[in-house]
């Protein structure tokens, strides 16, 4: 293990996404952890928010006996926390704090906010109370520990967006000696800027985060964040992209920047992948079957995107923008393409037309179907179906799927979690079957959805408006292109089209390549992920624990 000046005795790490997988956050922690875990054991403490409802948490196991005297001394302070290990890979400790007590105290801890941070909540809606109280919590909870048995040690307390910055602060407030660093992984003003189909670059140096946050109706949020920006003692972000954005629109540069890294340990070793891989598409290609009531050669191209789902910040747009050009260069040859789609969306449940026919078709004997279902074009029934905007986007781009067509492009608008009702699979095997993956994001911090694809050995196109474009950029010290494993594409305000028709390109190359080219892509692509593994970027959290030591205020 390397060795490192000014080490903590103690980190704690907070965040909404702790044993609580909805973004990725989760990712950055989850994969993390074990590289953590081996330099600081147990004194590694992660603290999320409790919000299963009393139902099993699949992503945390309770052990009562486990610091036993922490729950008890947050017990005596009115509040309670569950103690036990995160179900990931190094199992660290994780805490899962009950903060519904501290509604009723919401306006006295606003005020006080006020008071001593200048944190504006007079604004908040929507997620802000939630975030706030949990936050909150998970400071009070830290501050308890360090009061009963930490006094004389070294702690870091970590918190991570502005979901966490507020418990942060009090924190340190109540807890002088405590070192804080703040970290953000994407402004919320950056954020809300491209959501709203505003120029974000063309405009760039123009904008004044503050009064971006009033227009946008941002205030509570921006002011949490751009307090705990400013009053830690190490502020992070993840990317030279990120900084740049963050002295712009919070008036601070980031004292250390963060890339996110990745663990193999989450990729199947040869033969095992080779088998995942076989099976996985074998799968996906008999869904798509009994969808569209025709049979995909076993030689279909696997495509698909991923990711939140933020239309225009992910470049969903742009991607079927792309099909939409690739089906007409595909119309009368013998490619066949299956496209995926694999974003959340307001998921009602798995489609009972489409459990039928699967049903069917795995019979002994199985029966085969010639007709389409209804909307061939989404696998699970939404509440919004006619209003959805990817849904309505592949209509109005006139994407059917109707049998003259050699692009076949399908929505999974629920999470792979093993647990969907009809793939039943989790992202990462999805992710296997894939031959390439595309992710023409407009506005991305980083990027873990092109990291995890070239983890799993799958070429992609990514832009260079992403933090992992950027460093992939950096790496190879050009422009990333196709060969080596990953496409970095050149968006801005004005290029839509021309990346659309890229992308176009690409996969048409992918197409025709031979099986020797495709082969070395996928061994380029592989060797990114080898680079990005967290033993090569925990350094940089050193350097921000040892920044937070040497210059807490």
């Known amino acids: ?59 945390f196991t309770e052990d009562n006996k486990l610091h036993s005297e922490w729950r008890m001394a947050a017990k005596r302070e009115g509040f309670t926390v569950r103690i036990g290990r995160w179900n990931v890979p190094g199992n660290p400790v994780a805490v899962l704090v009950d903060f519904q007590t501290f509604f009723a105290h919401k306006n006295d801890i606003y005020a006080k906010a006020w008071t001593y941070f200048e944190v504006d909540s007079l604004h ?29 040690k070294t702690v870091i307390y970590q918190a991570h967006e502005w979901m966490s910055g507020l418990g942060m602060l009090f924190l340190k407030q109540a807890c002088p000696q405590v070192k804080t660093i703040f970290t953000t992984h994407a402004t919320s003003i950056g954020r809300s800027i491209s959501g709203n189909n505003k ?44 900084d740049r954005e963050c002295k712009q629109l919070l008036g601070k540069a980031a004292d250390v920047v963060l890339p996110n890294g990745f663990e193999l340990d989450f990729v199947p070793k040869s033969a095992a992948f080779v088998k995942k891989r076989r099976e996985v598409r074998k799968q996906l290609l008999q869904t798509a079957e009994a969808m ?23 470049g969903f747009d742009v991607y079927l923008e792309s099909m939409r050009y690739l089906r007409d260069r595909l119309q009368g040859t013998d490619k066949k393409v ?45 509440y919004n179906f006619n209003e959805d905007r990817i849904l309505c986007l592949i209509k109005d781009l006139g994407l059917y799927n109707d049998k003259n067509s050699n692009v076949k492009v399908i929505l999974i608008p629920c999470y792979l979690d093993g647990n969907d ?52 950029n950096e790496v190879l010290g050009h422009d990333g292109q196709i060969e080596d494993g990953v496409l970095v ?53 050193h350097d921000a624990y040892a920044f937070a030591i040497k210059n807490a205020k």
């Open 1 to 59: 293990m390397a060795k490192y000046q000014h080490v903590p005795d103690f980190v704690f790490e907070t965040s909404w996404e702790v044993c609580n997988k909805v973004g990725g956050i989760y990712t950055v922690l989850s994969t993390r952890a074990k590289t953590l875990k081996e330099q600081f054991g147990d004194n590694l403490v992660f603290i999320g928010p409790d919000v299963w409802s009393g139902k099993e948490n699949p992503y």
């Open 124 to 152: 908040a809606y929507g997620d802000y109370d939630e975030s706030s109280m949990f936050s909150y919590a998970a400071g009070k909870f830290a501050e308890v520990v360090i009061r009963h048995s930490l006094k004389n």
């Open 199 to 242: 120029l974000l670059y063309e405009y760039f140096y123009g904008y004044n985060g503050d009064q971006m946050a009033a227009e946008l109706n941002m205030e509570a949020k921006h002011s949490i964040e751009k307090q705990s920006a400013l009053r830690a003692d190490c502020f992070t972000t993840v990317s030279k992209f990120t």
């Open 292 to 314: 569209l009531g025709e049979v995909l050669p076993e030689d279909t191209l696997i495509i698909s995107t991923s990711g939140r789902n933020d239309f225009r910040c992910k």
């Open 338 to 382: 299956l496209s995926l789609i694999e974003v959340p969306c307001w998921l009602f449940g798995p489609r009972q037309d489409l459990k039928e026919r699967l049903a069917e078709m795995n019979k002994k004997g199985g029966k085969t179907f010639t007709e389409p279902i209804h909307t061939p074009m989404i696998t699970h029934d939404l």
């Open 421 to 472: 009702g009809i793939f039943n699979l989790h992202y990462y095997d999805v992710l296997t079957a894939n031959d390439l993956t595309l992710y023409p994001s407009y506005y991305e911090p980083w990027g873990y959805t092109p990291l995890e694809s070239v983890a799993f050995k799958t070429p992609c196109i990514t832009t260079d408006l992403s933090g992992f474009g950027q460093w992939v």
């Open 489 to 541: 594409l050149h968006r801005d305000d004005q290029n839509f089209h021309e990346c659309a028709s890229e992308i176009c390109d690409t996969i048409e190359k992918y197409l025709y390549a031979s099986q020797e080219d495709v082969d070395k892509m996928r061994r380029n692509a592989a060797k990114f992920a080898t680079k990005a593994q967290w033993k090569n970027f925990i350094k940089y959290y």
